[in-house]
Structure formats: structure tokens, C-alpha cells
């Protein structure tokens, strides 16, 4: 990727460069200097648009959850809470299967963004129009976790350095994990945003949260 620096910089423009960065050559790849040779200006210049890195990472957060809401309000809502509230999640799941690097950088802010608490807000108020109490829907939230966004955090991490194979000096010990692991097989790399997030996978945890929140919501 190579921008056109005849056109003048902005933070918008300097923030999309970072997500196409990002998309085309993961998010350790996104430096200032780095940033700065795309869009085919001085380092420092980017200064006057994003006051540093952290400001950057916190922008393209803005930036995907943005693009999430714009996906999600193109979506004519199923008049059920349950089919609604899947329908919300598994379209905002497309966002981050475009761009595999954000999940792990939505994980890690430490500022919650705007356009990531009006997502939330929507879906709150998807889940008390089919009925929740506020109480349901704040156990809701933390049963769903990062779920509700449309990803699923892992309980391996092999990006961090860690091996999500177990070590062949203790395999002997751990029969069933080594069976289970030698069993399970993903057959679609497209649909998965970390060592075992697939859409099948997806899918499964989130309709049994749902399933389950759906005969609570009918017992209150």
C-alpha cells in the first residue's frame, strides 16, 4: 500500500492508512515511521494529526467500531430479541474477519471508545425491548464477554510466544486433551480470528449464551 501524497494529511486519512497497514501486514508492523513511509510523508508531520502511537491504535478503534455500527444499521432488525441480537453480533463478527489484528488491540485498550458504547447501547436496548431487566442484561453482557462483539477471547494465545500443542514430554500425561486436540480440525481458515475462533465455534457458544439468557428472560 503506497497513498498518494499529493493529497493533503488529515487524521481520518492518516487513520485509514493505519487500519489498510494494519489489514495488509498485521498490527506489529504499524510504527510511526512505518506510517509515515505509506502515506509518503515526514514522521513528524504525522504529529500534527495523532498526537502519538497510543493515539493512533486508539483512533483505528474508533475506526473499526465505526465501520461495525455502519454494518449493523444497514441490518433490518428481526422483531425477536434472540434472532435480533445474533443477527447484531454475527454482522459485526464480518467487521473483525476483515480485519483479523483487531480484536487483539480491542482487548487491550484501556479508554473505551464512543462508536464501541454505542454499539453496546444498541444492543442493550435490543435485549430490554425483548424484555430483560436492566439485572439480566448486565449478567447478560459478562456471560457474552467479548462474544458480544463478535469475537471470542482464546484460551491459547500463539501470538503472544505461546505453543497451543502440548509439549511431547507431557503428553503421555494429559490423555484426554491430547485426544481431543488430535481430534478437532477446522476446515475453514477464513472464518477464524484466532487458534480455535471459528464461525462454527462462534456460533455454537453464542446460541447456547442465548438459548440459556432466552429461559432466564422467561423465568423473570
Not at 45 to 60: C, F, N, R, T
Not at 165 to 186: C, F, S, T
Request: hydrophobic fraction near 45%; include cysteine; glycine fraction near 6%.
Amino acid at each position: 500500500m503506497t497513498t498518494d501524497a499529493r493529497i493533503p494529511l488529515s487524521r481520518e486519512r492518516v487513520l485509514r492508512a493505519a487500519v489498510e497497514l494494519a489489514d495488509e501486514h498485521g498490527l506489529r508492523a504499524l510504527t510511526m515511521r512505518r506510517l509515515a513511509e505509506e502515506l509518503g510523508a515526514e514522521a513528524m508531520s504525522l504529529y500534527y494529526h495523532v498526537a502519538k502511537k497510543e493515539d493512533v491504535l486508539d483512533g483505528i478503534v474508533d475506526v473499526v467500531a465505526a465501520e461495525i455500527n455502519d454494518a449493523v444499521a444497514r441490518v433490518e432488525p428481526s422483531p425477536e430479541w434472540k434472532p435480533a441480537v445474533r443477527q447484531r453480533i454475527l454482522t459485526a463478527r464480518q467487521v473483525f474477519l476483515r480485519h483479523r489484528w483487531a480484536p487483539e488491540l480491542f482487548e487491550t485498550r484501556s479508554s473505551t471508545s464512543t462508536a464501541v458504547l454505542r454499539y453496546y447501547d444498541a444492543l442493550v436496548g435490543l435485549m430490554r425491548g425483548g424484555g430483560f431487566s436492566y439485572d439480566l442484561v448486565h449478567h447478560a453482557l459478562h456471560a457474552l464477554g467479548s462474544r458480544a462483539l463478535g469475537f471470542s477471547q482464546e484460551l491459547f494465545d500463539p501470538s503472544a510466544g505461546q505453543s497451543a500443542d502440548v509439549p511431547v514430554d507431557l503428553a503421555w500425561q494429559l490423555p484426554n486433551l491430547v485426544g481431543m486436540l488430535g481430534e478437532i480440525a477446522h476446515d475453514d481458515p477464513d472464518s477464524t480470528l484466532g487458534w480455535c475462533d471459528d464461525q462454527a465455534e462462534f456460533e455454537f457458544g453464542l446460541d447456547v449464551i442465548l438459548d440459556g439468557l432466552d429461559r432466564l428472560r422467561e423465568e423473570a
